[in-house]
């Protein structure tokens, strides 16, 4: 029974060691993954056709939107007989604005959600990148992490890296 305690005893202190010589090995850094992503130029330049494509979005809205108000305006002088088309139109174009914001909201995210999906691979590609020539073990994002010495800290580099890559 005293063998198997010590024996057990062995194999833990053994296990141990061996984890504690192995961690010798690893090179660990970590990156600021939201400071890359809004300092990267192709994000920065997408956000801008991003914020001009909204725009024109609520451009359009709002002309579709002024029209309806105009019709409504014109209501109270129609006889009683014209009113009614002029009503059924006025709900028709209703309608027509509630599709036309859900379709064009909707087609507007999934293109920034492509495009943010595509940043990110991006981003992940030359985070291996680097992590492979520098001989990186682990490369983290800084959210995940309490405490990072700035020294293991490869933010800068790889907003140069990515920034430089996508002039080419």
């Not at 690893?26 to 192709?42: M, N, T």
């Not at 309806?68 to 007989?81: G, H, P, V």
Request: glycine share 4%; hydrophobic share 35%.
């Amino acid at each position: 029974m005293k063998a198997v305690k010590v024996l057990g005893l062995a194999v833990i202190f053994g296990l141990m060691a061996s984890g504690i010589s192995m961690a010798d090995g690893l090179k660990i850094a970590y990156v600021d993954l939201s400071k890359v992503f809004d300092g990267y130029q192709k994000t920065k330049e997408f956000d801008a056709v991003l914020q001009s494509e909204g725009q024109e979005f609520q451009k359009e809205r709002d002309a579709m939107i002024q029209k309806i108000q105009d019709a409504q305006s014109k209501l109270d002088l129609m006889k009683d007989s014209e009113k009614a088309s002029l009503q059924a139109d006025i709900e028709k174009q209703k309608n027509d604005v509630v599709a036309f914001d859900k379709d064009k909201r909707t087609e507007l995210a999934k293109k920034r959600d492509d495009k943010v999906r595509e940043i990110l691979t991006e981003i992940q590609n030359i985070v291996s990148d680097i992590a492979k020539k520098e001989g990186y073990t682990y490369v983290l994002n800084d959210r995940v992490m309490i405490y990072g010495d700035p020294q293991y800290n490869i933010t800068d580099e790889v907003s140069k890296n990515l920034n430089d890559s996508y002039k080419k």
